[in-house]
């Protein structure tokens, strides 16, 4: 059974820490991985990773895979209270687009 | 706003009542899908439309079906709701090309079965 596992399941952090979410992964026919962020309502797409060591930047966020050790970490540096949101990891299996998603990580930023 | 509409917002039905979740995406996407979160659990795939006149069961797909109706429209119906299946419901659309598999998502039904 294909199995997404997020950690920690939530944190708290003070504006400026630098904070580390975890995705691991257990899937057949792996093709690719997501990264989405949720405040209030739906989720809003961050990141795709489909090659392992090459690290994705957008802003402060980054994100990288490790097909070895079927892992991707998504790094948030300088948080500020924006960032307060459910991080949300999900892995593409199949040719359809169907994607299996992880319990999501809780982060809130404090002033 | 091009995007994924999805209707409505909030409903509370009572247990045995029936109800369809309406979904409505303008990108020509292929692909759309339905999704149920609840806390601690992440989103769960209830059934999904590879292709206009094709549906398929997701990981969830008891107590619900669906019509793709055409290349724009995917519903969800309830036909005897249950408590369990108080949740918030996600419909998602995707153009499932070679390099990008992004969903856009509806902004969200927040379902209550009392």
């Known amino acids: 059974e294909d199995k997404v596992v997020q950690s920690p399941l939530s944190l708290v952090v003070h504006e400026g820490d630098t904070v580390t979410l975890n995705c691991s992964y257990e899937v057949t026919n792996f093709r690719s991985l997501l990264w989405y962020k949720q405040e209030k309502k739906a989720p809003t797409f961050l990141f795709m990773l489909t090659s392992s060591g090459i690290e994705k930047k957008s802003g402060r966020l980054s994100s990288i895979l490790d097909k070895k050790e079927l892992f991707s970490i998504l790094n948030i540096t300088a948080t500020q209270t924006g960032d307060s949101a459910i991080y949300l990891c999900a892995v593409l299996a199949d040719s359809w687009g169907k994607l299996q998603f992880g319990a999501g990580t809780q982060v809130v930023v404090t002033p | ?114």
């Open chain 2, 1 to 114: 706003n091009a995007g994924v509409t999805q209707t409505p917002k909030f409903q509370v039905l009572k247990t045995g009542q029936s109800m369809t979740l309406q979904c409505a995406q303008d990108m020509n996407h292929n692909s759309m899908y339905w999704y149920r979160q609840d806390p601690g659990m992440g989103l769960r795939l209830i059934y999904y439309s590879a292709s206009e006149g094709t549906t398929d069961k997701g990981e969830v797909p008891n107590g619900y079906n669906v019509s793709r109706l055409n290349k724009r429209e995917f519903s969800l119906r309830l036909e005897s709701a249950a408590p369990s299946q108080t949740s918030v419901y996600f419909c998602a659309s995707s153009p499932v090309l070679d390099k990008y598999y992004g969903y856009t998502f509806g902004s969200g039904t927040r379902l209550t079965v009392v």
